[in-house]
């Protein structure tokens, strides 16, 4: 292992952890990718921290949905450290950086220079934010992240709390829907003529990306402080980010399902190709004799290399049952979506939703290119409660003539 | 060994001459590809410039672009290499009337004279330096993956009459993904990988700049902020920075200085390619969609 012994045996240790985490997150990672990050670090200066991301990336990581995993385990073992990341050196920042601070505060005197903003009132604070957010400043944004955490997450050296609890308090006390506000106000009456909505629009997702911003940077200054509180170990396993893969349907909150929907897109087309393979696949057309006489020519006339026509196999038809009573309301949703998705691969798609009642919601799908409308219909006008709005599974199998009370005249599915 | 570049900023600045923008993470791989001598599995949305890349590296250093598209059905012959039958045949029969043995037209006919090199081979055999484009290595079957194994992780192709043909030298193999389904093990594993996504706004207006040089920078910056916009949007097909360029000229030929809604409205056509993401994007552009945060005071 010449390439080991290049690298300093600190970086290999550290490494080893690192990949270890990596593995306990759920990354496959094997010991040729091993080997091949360990030399690829042997070419990158060491001291380039953008570089030596990519390169332990590029090596580690073969799939784009494992990327934020990645992310927060490298943040975590690769994070910045020195006494200014302590929880309890508030006091004495030196990096709230002299020469950003004089212009920081044109309106209210500049009162925030020289004293690393802890002579700032939480109202200089709230300006020096919404300055340097309207005009992007990075490197204000950064120190103001690094004075909020201080100031608002009310971290606790030692205390066994997730960044979840301190990312809330800090986020709580900027009220940044308020800046957005103000940001918009602003950028109205700065403009010369009053903005159109569109540019409005414009303005506004414009200052939404800052403030994400901000608030990745304000993530990233507590997990720094958390790390360097607690040490690597501890904090790997308390950050870390499940893959969308191993998400519990139950239990995923919001941005997590908003994860997963971007993630079955690309699923459902997946699908469909391999459905469409499979189907195909180990199937011949049925002959084509034209072609097949046409290309006896070449052998003088015999028929030595039959042609077949491309195999087209008939599309099965699908009926799509699903609860959708509270419990299970998201994965029904996903099932709905899964199967309008890749619809284009049967012939035809019939949905019912249950809960004691059942109904047809075909209906609502039919010429909606938007799912997500068709899926509000389906919750709001779908006739599915009969008695008392608890899932029974009875009635869908009693009722095989689905929605013959009246409502459908239809030919039953069954 | 010689290195072809010398650091990720030289694998940048020299993208740069040739008008392809690359950021950290695609100068760091190229560099780490060209150091490590391992392909680069390249996988993003259509249209972020994944091919580009490997044409503007070839042309970076020189190199000739030998390209492999793939497709279903794609096989041994197509990709790695084909005996000339019929060739073979008329050699055959031309030495029936000789006194040659068996063995002499055996070995006669299995050699280099009679092998017609594909896209792969090519690159293997190749003298001079090589860029190998390996173009939507998704479209192939899983099985005939493994045919690209052994040129990837070893730069050779056997072949059973002929032997071993080793690499002359290792050339820069990119293969790209369109990820429409899962690639093999087997395969990442001898990649580095390399995820291109649409890009940072600052990054797309320069873009937008260098193709489409005789555009204002005002106007590139609203394109990039429109787009952006856009983009964020639940669309099917978000537009891809192909699109930015075509929708950038089409503004440049209409002869539009600085855009407004209905100008934006009428050219969406160019950039989204369903009626329902057209109708969607018009809806949010004009200030009515439902879906935005609500409670921003509107003065206007």
Request: aromatic fraction near 8%; charge should be negative.
């Amino acid at each position: 292992m010449t390439t080991a012994e290049r690298a300093d045996s600190h970086m290999l240790d550290l490494l080893s952890g690192f990949i270890i985490e990596l593995r306990n997150a759920g990354l496959p990672v094997s010991l040729t990718e091993n080997l091949d990050a360990m030399e690829a670090i042997t070419h990158i200066p060491i001291e380039d921290r953008d570089a030596f991301k990519y390169a332990l990336a590029a090596t580690l990581v073969k799939n784009n949905s494992h990327w934020r995993a990645f992310e927060t385990v490298f943040e975590v073992y690769f994070s910045l450290r020195g006494r200014e990341y302590s929880i309890g050196g508030s006091g004495d920042l030196p990096e709230i950086d002299e020469d950003d601070q004089p212009n920081v505060l044109p309106d209210t005197g500049g009162a925030g220079a020289g004293g690393a903003g802890e002579a700032m009132s939480p109202e200089q604070m709230a300006e020096a934010l919404f300055q340097a957010l309207r005009r992007g400043d990075d490197a204000l944004m950064k120190a103001i992240a690094r004075q909020a955490v201080t100031r608002f997450a009310g971290m606790e050296p030692g205390r066994p709390v997730g960044g979840t609890y301190y990312l809330y308090r800090t986020l709580r006390n900027l009220d940044l829907d308020n800046i957005l506000d103000r940001l918009l106000q602003q950028a109205q009456d700065d403009a010369p003529a009053p903005l159109t909505q569109f540019e409005e629009r414009l303005e506004r997702d414009e200052f939404e990306t800052r403030i994400d911003k901000l608030k990745k940077e304000i993530e990233a200054e507590i997990r720094r402080r958390l790390v360097a509180d607690r040490g690597v170990e501890a904090m790997a396993k308390t950050l870390r980010k499940p893959l969308p893969e191993d998400i519990d349907f139950m239990h995923a909150n919001r941005e997590e399902l908003v994860g997963l929907r971007k993630a079955i897109y690309p699923l459902t087309r997946k699908l469909a190709v391999r459905l469409a393979r499979k189907r195909r696949h180990g199937r011949k057309g049925p002959l084509d004799f034209r072609n097949t006489v046409r290309h006896s020519l070449a052998y003088g006339g015999v028929p030595a290399e039959p042609k077949f026509r491309y195999p087209r196999p008939a599309k099965p038809e699908i009926f799509v049952i699903a609860d959708i009573s509270g419990s299970v309301a998201a994965f029904a949703r996903f099932t709905l979506q899964l199967v309008y998705a890749i619809s284009g691969q049967f012939s035809r798609v019939r949905s019912f939703v249950f809960i004691d009642g059942i109904d047809e919601v075909t209906r609502f799908f039919e010429g909606v290119e938007d799912i997500s409308v068709a899926i509000h219909r389906v919750n709001t006008e779908a006739d599915v409660v009969w008695v008392d709005g608890h899932s029974d599974y009875g009635t869908p199998s009693r009722c095989s003539g689905i929605g013959t009370a009246g409502k459908s005249d239809r030919r039953p599915p069954f | 060994m010689d290195y072809r570049f010398e650091s990720p900023a030289d694998v940048r600045t020299r993208l740069r001459s040739v008008d392809y923008l690359s950021d950290e993470a695609i100068a760091g791989v190229v560099f780490l590809a060209d150091r490590l001598g391992k392909p680069i599995l390249v996988e993003g949305p259509a249209g972020t410039g994944k091919t580009q890349l490997a044409k503007s590296v070839a042309e970076v250093i020189g190199a000739r672009l030998i390209r492999l598209q793939c497709y279903e059905g794609l096989d041994e012959s197509k990709a790695l290499y084909e005996w000339n039958y019929k060739k073979q045949l008329l050699r055959i029969q031309a030495e029936r009337n000789n006194e040659s043995t068996w063995e002499d037209i055996e070995t006669d006919i299995f050699s280099d004279e009679f092998l017609l090199t594909r896209p792969l081979l090519e690159a293997i055999r190749a003298t001079e330096p090589v860029v190998l484009l390996i173009d939507e290595v998704d479209r192939v079957e899983i099985e005939t993956e493994a045919l690209l194994l052994e040129v990837l992780s070893d730069y050779q192709v056997s072949i059973p009459e002929l032997g071993t043909m080793e690499a002359r030298q290792v050339p820069m193999v990119f293969l790209t993904s369109n990820n429409t389904r899962e690639l093999s093990e087997a395969l990442k594993r001898r990649c580095l990988f390399l995820h291109i996504d649409y890009p940072e706004m600052d990054r797309e207006k320069e873009i937008v700049l260098t193709k489409v040089p005789e555009l204002t920078e005002n106007l590139a910056d609203q394109i990039a902020r429109i787009v952006r916009s856009i983009r964020q949007l639940e669309l099917k097909k978000a537009p891809s920075v192909s699109e930015t360029l075509d929708w950038a000229r089409t503004l440049l030929l209409l002869g539009v200085d600085s855009i407004t809604e209905a100008e934006a409205i009428e050219t969406l056509n160019i950039l989204l390619k369903y009626q329902s993401d057209i109708a969607r994007a018009t809806r949010e552009l004009q200030g009515d969609g439902g879906a935005r945060k609500p409670g921003v005071p509107r003065t206007s």
